[in-house]
């Protein structure tokens, strides 16, 4: 059942229950592991584009590789294998989703030390195939993750649990994008031009940065899942570990389904799209790494922080539905604030306005879609039902994405931006509906 605010025969958790969550184990290991899921993103996706265009490839040949990015829409797929099939040893060891969380941090490392030592200049084929693994293992990551946070509290907790995890999450996009560009600026040798081996140096720090998840992973305790009978054939397992997981969300909210899917497939549209030109936009407004780094990676997530706070308090004291609606608004607004940044040149002070606009609507609307997201989960089918909504939600928008360098290159940034706000505007209308069937369901 979708959260909702208290009844009227409720009593409202006092300030001082709502904020002691954020003080319990399980939502303190939500801010590691949120930190382990936080950190490969930027690096296969907006650092990478930040890399590739100062390194001279064309901003069409930078949106299509934003396709890497389909791995994470795609996790669906083998979400059933990571959801019930134990890996030899490390299972009897850790558990199933202790295991899986491990190996899958295992590869991002592998693969970000390939990714450093790859020259992009002197072919990408290395670069995409790197990036690949990381990706693939990362969404493998998060398919594990988003199943131990379900299963390690209750619904009322969720929204807390999600607030810890963004905030996590947005602290590993500080040291994945502004620590990046800090330590790649710091190991150049000379002024200008584009040097491989700062950037290779940077990305080996990133794969040393997920030793403090690998140490949570293996300090921490397997949460207490629903164990379900084995399966005496190949067709009972497939049956169970595939085909219901899909017909219980199908049986569960019927006619509803078909909303919730729409919803979930365009509601964070606005900012995918918008996000893969964004780094591209910077070198070419003339923003040196240190800028951006000051700015939209340490200033603008810290902002994303208080958004992704601000967003689980108000969730747990005012319902989902209506921050899912505030975030969808904020998000699609705070897009059109980057064509008017366009037009003002390099002007620094315009971009920390602009960054704190935008990510603190992120953070408001992340918050609030992760809760609304691990709400709609059967808990004997978590990882499977989470990876496929948050498949979902990646796979339209990263699609369109892969397309905007052409369509920057076309019109220009600033319609471009424009258009990504207009991309928001089903989205109202869906969390409008979607909120309405709740409520009927509920009376």
């Not at 970000?112 to 990362?138: D, E, K, R, T």
């Not at 493998?140 to 199943?147: E, G, P, R, Y």
């Not at 379900?228 to 009972?236: H, I, M, T, Y």
């Not at 049986?251 to 899917?261: E, F, H, N, P, T």
Request: charged fraction near 10%; hydrophobic fraction near 55%.
């Amino acid at each position: 059942m979708t959260p909702s605010a208290p009844g009227p025969g409720q009593l409202k958790p006092s300030w001082a229950d709502t904020l002691r969550v954020y003080l319990e184990p399980a939502t303190l290991r939500m801010l590691a592991l949120g930190f382990a899921a936080g950190l490969p993103l930027l690096l296969v996706l907006g650092t990478l584009s930040f890399r590739l265009r100062e390194a001279g490839i064309d901003r069409a040949t930078i949106g299509h590789l934003s396709w890497v990015g389909l791995a994470y829409a795609f996790k669906w797929a083998w979400a059933p294998l990571v959801d019930r099939l134990p890996l030899p040893g490390l299972t009897r060891w850790l558990g199933l989703r202790r295991s899986w969380l491990l190996l899958s941090q295992a590869a991002i490392m592998a693969g970000l030390a390939g990714m450093a030592l790859s020259h992009p200049q002197n072919g990408l084929q290395a670069v995409v195939w790197c990036a690949l693994i990381v990706a693939f293992a990362s969404a493998t990551q998060d398919i594990a993750l988003d199943a131990f946070r379900i299963e390690s509290a209750g619904a009322e907790r969720q929204a807390a649990l999600a607030a810890a995890y963004q905030t996590g999450y947005r602290m590993a996009m500080i040291w994945a994008g502004a620590g990046v560009l800090w330590l790649a600026a710091r190991a150049e040798i000379q002024t200008t031009g584009y040097q491989n081996a700062a950037w290779a140096t940077a990305y080996l720090v990133m794969a040393a940065s997920m030793l403090p998840g690998v140490l949570t992973v293996l300090f921490s305790s397997e949460p207490r899942r629903h164990e379900l009978p084995p399966a005496r054939s190949a067709g009972e397992w497939l049956q169970g570990a595939v085909v219901e997981p899909f017909t219980d969300f199908l049986g569960r909210y019927k006619w509803q389904a078909g909303l919730i899917l729409a919803l979930i497939a365009v509601y964070r549209i606005s900012d995918v799209v918008m996000g893969i030109m964004a780094n591209p936009f910077y070198v070419d407004m003339g923003y040196s790494k240190d800028e951006v780094a000051a700015v939209t990676k340490i200033y603008g997530v810290i902002m994303t922080l208080v958004g992704a706070f601000v967003g689980g308090v108000l969730a747990m004291r005012l319902g989902v539905m209506r921050v899912l609606m505030l975030g969808a608004v904020l998000s699609a607004a705070s897009n059109l604030l980057f064509a008017w940044l366009g037009s003002r040149g390099h002007d620094v002070t315009a971009l920390i306005f602009v960054i704190s606009a935008d990510n603190l609507s992120s953070g408001i609307a992340s918050a609030a879609f992760i809760a609304y997201l691990s709400s709609l989960t059967n808990i004997s089918y978590s990882a499977t039902q989470y990876a496929l909504f948050s498949s979902m939600m990646l796979l339209a928008p990263k699609f369109i994405a892969g397309f905007s360098g052409e369509y920057v290159d076309a019109y220009g940034y600033s319609q471009f931006f424009v258009s990504t706000a207009l991309l928001g505007l089903p989205v109202l209308l869906l969390v409008g509906l979607a909120a309405r069937a709740a409520q009927r369901a509920r009376n």
